[in-house]
């Protein structure tokens, strides 16, 4: 079985040991050459002419003998970066890999490119188990994938004693963290078993993990002393679009009927919910191939050799479908639920459109879900009988306020999403729902502030929950017991609801206004300090929900062409400066300033930094805004005459 599903809504894979259904036959020899060039290989072997930017010197790096940690998006090439230094290197490469299907996958590309690759589990005929361990022997099986529960196996590790090895590859290396806290505890000895050869490179592969699951990985895998590459995590090709679930088969359906070409793939939180959409979708005249772990594997094995084949396939399916599977031309993927965490959604919606071509991602996202899945969180929390179970389901909740914050949040979905990568995005990317049609905002700037001071009070060391207790008021036991109720802080926030106060917390965090540190506790950043020192000002979505009664106005709606102009040139001038800087564009100048901009139309330095917002950025780049500003007035003087101007809503 590829998933279990449990009570806490979400779905996490179960062992990989089950039968890996017939393939490629294994080529009779190995497609090693010595003395080959990492290009030669690439060329010969898998019929490439040239590496995609960055995997070379990957593949330099760990063909040398040293360890790697190689973050990539998905359809960024991975593979290759193991594939092509463990055919460079003398002996077996072994390859960790989380599911039946990813390794059938892979070992019948492999074998089709004629490498002598083979997989391991519970289920291989004893004849092929034969086969294996003399090519092992005999130095003649290029790679060996393996679910890491076969490392625990006694006569696998005498299997591969003394065996020569090329290289340890751990793919979807933040399965070590995500799933090995508590689903496949194997992956937390995955460290110790490559530690008993310390002579082999390792290498760790994946395209979702943010700064904690990287600093988890990098400790269980011993990966300290390891290089880390790391590409861009932004797909520009992938239109992004969560919208508020309401009759979420018949929005579905109109998704599947938009979409031209290509396949879809829809994502639902229970094997329940797979059966019922796919049946409502054959209904409709849409052949949907259901996928989940209650199929016999006969039938998944088929049901997913028929998405890969069918031009214009549409799966339904759990979320663990589809991982590490090249179909290039997937146009849609669509989530029926809000996913639990942030890497997991990032990593499901790059499955669309790995050719880069453009591709949509839908969430169909409703407030029950998050409410749902804390609820199931919490009873598994109250279940805990120490401190070591109780820190995984904790994460589990950090990343589900993240995920429910990045719902929530007003501002670009791309620069949201990258964030929590730790990759900065400038905003306004064009391609995603808040760019395309932004909600109504309000000026949140004094309720920021406020929450800022509380956690400052509070010394940074609570999470979201006991912050909106203090700042509600609450004289509950934690609060009273920290003498709490006798800060500056207490019952200050009382205009607004927990729940309110929380969805503010959530969103600021999303924003980089807040960090969460590693306990959950709500942290300072850079741009927390400039809102408390009043040089920023900040926009959020109302949590009230009161001022969210229709669609703000494009930018700019109703101007004359040429003040459209300068307004679109200001904005671009602001990307591109804010991206030089590596911020987001609204940390560097504000809406409100813009608008201040357009409407003062300053002739100098000096009138500039009267203009509200712009007074601490005249040094850094009012030089550049001012340029423009006078060049677009010497073009059309008569036009450009200063007036009150309102366009951001």
């Known amino acids: 079985m590829l998933l279990r599903r449990t009570r806490r809504n979400w779905a996490a894979p179960e062992a990989a040991e089950s039968p890996v259904p017939p393939g490629v036959g294994m080529p009779p020899v190995s497609a090693k050459r010595p003395g080959e060039s990492p290009g030669e290989v690439l060329a010969r072997v ?13 593949v330099r790096h760990v063909a040398s003998g040293r360890d790697a940690f190689v973050l990539k998006p998905t359809g960024g090439g991975k593979s290759l970066c193991y594939q092509v230094p463990a055919l460079l290197r003398p002996g077996t490469c072994i390859v960790l890999s989380p599911l039946v299907a990813l390794m059938k996958d892979q070992v019948d590309a492999l074998r089709r490119a004629g490498v002598r690759a083979a997989a391991l589990t519970a289920a291989t005929p004893y004849g092929e188990v034969r086969e294996i361990r003399a090519a092992l022997a005999d130095g003649s099986l290029d790679f060996l994938y393996v679910a890491p529960e076969r490392l625990d196996v006694g006569s696998f590790r005498f299997m591969v004693e003394g065996v020569p090895l090329s290289l340890f590859a751990v793919d979807e290396a933040h399965c070590v963290s995500q799933w090995g806290h508590d689903f496949r505890e194997s992956y937390l000895r995955v460290g110790e078993f490559m530690d008993r050869r310390p002579d082999v490179p390792r290498i760790a592969l994946t395209a979702t993990a943010d700064e904690a699951t990287r ?6 895998l011993g990966l300290a002393e390891a290089r880390v590459f790391s590409d861009s995590f932004d797909r520009p090709n992938l239109e992004i679009d969560v919208r508020h679930r309401k009759g979420g088969r018949e929005q579905l359906l109109d998704l599947l009927r938009e979409t031209v070409g290509g396949s879809a793939i829809v994502f639902c939180n229970s094997r329940r919910k797979v059966d019922e959409t796919a049946a409502y979708l ?19 094995t088929a049901h997913q050799d028929r998405f890969l084949r069918e031009e214009r396939a549409v799966a339904v399916a759990t979320v663990a479908f589809g991982m590490g599977i090249d179909k290039p031309n997937v146009r849609l993927v669509v989530h029926m639920d809000m996913p639990p965490t942030v890497e997991g959604y990032y990593q ?48 589990r909740m950090r990343k589900l306020q993240a995920m429910q914050g990045y719902v929530e949040s007003a501002a670009c979905r791309r620069a949201n999403l990258l964030r929590c990568f730790g990759e900065e995005h400038p905003g306004d990317c064009g391609n995603c ?21 509380a956690v400052t009070v509070l010394g940074q060391r609570y999470g979201i929950g006991y912050v909106t207790e203090v700042l509600g008021g609450l004289m509950s036991e934690r609060v009273v017991s920290n003498g709490h109720e006798m800060s500056s802080a207490f019952g200050r926030g009382k205009h607004l609801t927990r729940k309110q106060w929380a969805s503010i917390a959530r969103q600021m965090s999303v924003e980089g206004y807040l960090a969460v540190g590693p306990t959950g506790a709500l942290e300072l950043t850079e741009l927390s300090w400039q809102v408390r020192m009043g040089r920023l000002g900040v926009a959020l ?24 102009s300068l307004l679109d040139a200001l904005v671009d001038l602001r990307y591109r400066l804010a991206s030089e800087r590596g911020i987001p564009a609204h940390a560097l100048v504000s809406d409100r300033a ?3 901009l357009l409407a003062a139309m300053p002739a100098t330095l000096a009138e500039m930094s009267s203009v509200e917002g712009m007074g601490d950025r005249v040094e850094d780049c009012g030089r550049q805004f001012l340029d423009l500003i006078a060049g677009h007035l010497r073009k059309r003087e008569d036009d450009m005459a200063p007036q009150v101007v309102n366009l951001f809503g």
Request: aromatic content about 4%.
């Open 282 to 300: 054959s209904e409709q005249g849409i052949d949907a191939i259901p996928y989940h772990a209650s199929l016999a594997d006969e039938t998944r």
């Open 46 to 58: 898998f019929g490439f002419a040239s590496f995609r930017p960055g995997q070379e010197e990957i």
């Open 594 to 596: 813009i608008e201040g």
């Open 215 to 220: 600093a988890d990985v990098v400790a269980r």
């Open 348 to 395: 499901e919606i790059g499955r669309a459109g790995r050719d880069g071509l453009p591709s949509r991602a839908v969430m169909l996202a409703s407030d029950a879900d998050a409410a749902q899945s804390m609820r199931f969180l919490k009873e598994e929390l109250d279940a805990c009988k120490d401190a070591s179970g109780r820190e995984p389901v904790l994460s």
């Open 433 to 453: 729902d808040r760019c395309r049609s932004p909600v109504e905002t309000y000026d949140a700037t004094s309720d920021c502030r406020l929450l800022l001071d």
């Open 541 to 564: 979505a109302d949590p009230a929900g009161g001022r969210r009664k229709g669609i703000r106005k494009r930018r700019g709606e109703g101007l004359p062409p040429e003040r459209k």
